[in-house]
């Protein structure tokens, strides 16, 4: 069992930036943030591997950042020049085991 914990959504100007944490009752290899906004599927926005190779959504490229801490069972988003398209519920992600565990979701809400 694992259990993820996101924090730091929030409401935000158009341009402004927010920083979402997610912490997992253990370390995983790869953690990641998806996102979903009303009438869309959940889509991938950004992914981290234990060795710290990242990928990125094209919408998100130059703008958001993924992360991890020092303890490596900590994973970070830092939003930058957010745009109301980026509104949505963000969860974090991690496959442990053959199993794919979702946090319970935090949402972020970009203004114009």
């Known amino acids: 069992q694992v259990q993820l914990v996101e924090s730091g959504g929030g409401l935000v100007q158009a341009g402004g930036s927010l920083r979402l944490s997610c912490a997992a009752s253990?370390?995983?290899?790869?953690m990641g943030w998806y996102r979903q906004a009303p009438g869309n599927e959940r889509e991938l926005v950004a992914i981290?591997?234990?060795?710290?190779?990242?990928n990125y959504a094209d919408s998100v490229k130059g703008r958001f950042t993924i992360s991890r801490g020092n303890a490596k069972n900590t994973v970070y988003l830092q939003m930058n020049s957010l745009k109301p398209e980026d509104s949505a519920v963000y969860y974090c992600?991690?496959?442990?085991?053959?199993?794919?565990?979702w946090g319970q979701g935090t949402q972020v809400t970009v203004s114009s």
């Open positions: 253990r370390i995983l290899l790869t």
């Open positions: 992600n991690a496959d442990f085991g053959g199993t794919a565990y």
């Open positions: 981290i591997t234990s060795a710290g190779s990242t």
